[in-house]
């Protein structure tokens, strides 16, 4: 491990010194460029220096216990600082291990992200609803902007699907893990007797990609334009300024109708196109390289049922890491950091695992 440590080492420094150049400086883009890898290595460059201090203060303690004649006291304060240096190597060796982990290429990007009611009619809907203002929610509060792509909503005020993107810094790195069906049981509003129902509601988070990570051909699709409509006939418009986008050769369809002009609609449909297309080619790479290794937390899988919202008994159960919180308002109000901060640290707890696996292999 601590052989490719020092080679990152040797490449912060050595990106340290271009950084001066100013063959560097009067290149914009490589300065760009050497910058953001120096932000990325820099965090494993600062454990492994304060690995080794810990290390350097580790040996000056036991020189200093191997000294002839060590009063009580000297004794007891080298010990201390012998305790201490080991206790930080033991959580400063974690968190190497934890830094050199392979990163998700795409933890940095944006999001887009398609509620869809499942199970239960009028109340799926209604959930689909309460999903949608929970993630607004909690994207307010970390200051990321939240833009509506397209919905198809009932009259009650529920959402059949709901399609909208959220902007901000790692988006991906936290809400991947909501990918999955999301089950609610609670008494709904149109029940008469007071019977609990169970409903769910479908999420996919998928990464906003450019135009550079997908090419698609524009042979490829047949574009529609059509009448937007809400909910009774809501919004509608005079002129055909929604737009259904196909993609022929694997039938993947994307609408959008939130905007009044098509040229707009049209942009938005091709982000959700590319970022669906993506995601795609992404489930095939993993499916091929790991169908028999993914991890407990899992991230994109749809079908698998990752949560239930009971509203009766007040709980928030995340059955992948069998974590419930009795919190429920606060948490469908924006509240979830504490779940994905678990989330987070068990799938980091099982890359750890699988890394120190396939090293007993290769021992």
Known sequence: MFEKVAVFERRF????????????????????????????IQPLV?????FRAAEQ????????????????EMNLLALEELNESRRIQEESARELNLLLLPKDPNDEKPVIMEIRAGAGGEEAALFSAVLYRMYSMYAEKRGWSVELISCNETELGGFREICFSVDGASAYSL???ESGVHRVQRVPETETQGRV???????????QVDEVSVQIDPKDLQIDTFRSSGAGGQ????????????????????????E???????????????????????????????ADRRSQVGTGDRSERIRTYNFPQGRVTDHRIGLTLYRIDSFVHGDIQEVLDALIAADRAEKLREAAGMNEMEE
Do not use: W
Request: proline share 3%; with cysteine.
């Open 46 to 50: 600062e454990e492994y220096r304060r």
């Open 260 to 290: 009044r002009s098509q040229y707009k609609n049209k942009e938005k449909a091709m982000k959700v196109l590319r970022s669906r297309l993506f995601e795609k080619e992404q489930q095939k790479q993993d499916a091929a390289v790991a």
């Open 235 to 258: 919004h509608i418009n005079k002129t055909s300024s929604a737009i259904r986008i196909t993609h022929l050769p694997t039938g993947t369809v994307v609408e959008c109708q939130d």
């Open 175 to 177: 809400l991947k893990y």
């Open 13 to 40: 420094e050595e990106i340290s010194q271009l950084l001066c150049e100013e063959q560097t400086l009067q290149n914009p883009e490589r300065y760009t460029a050497l910058l953001r890898e120096s932000s990325e």
């Open 197 to 207: 129902h169970t409903s769910t509601a479908t999420v996919a988070v998928l990464p």
């Open 57 to 72: 203060q580790e040996q000056e303690a036991r020189a200093l216990l191997d000294e002839p004649g060590l009063d009580r």
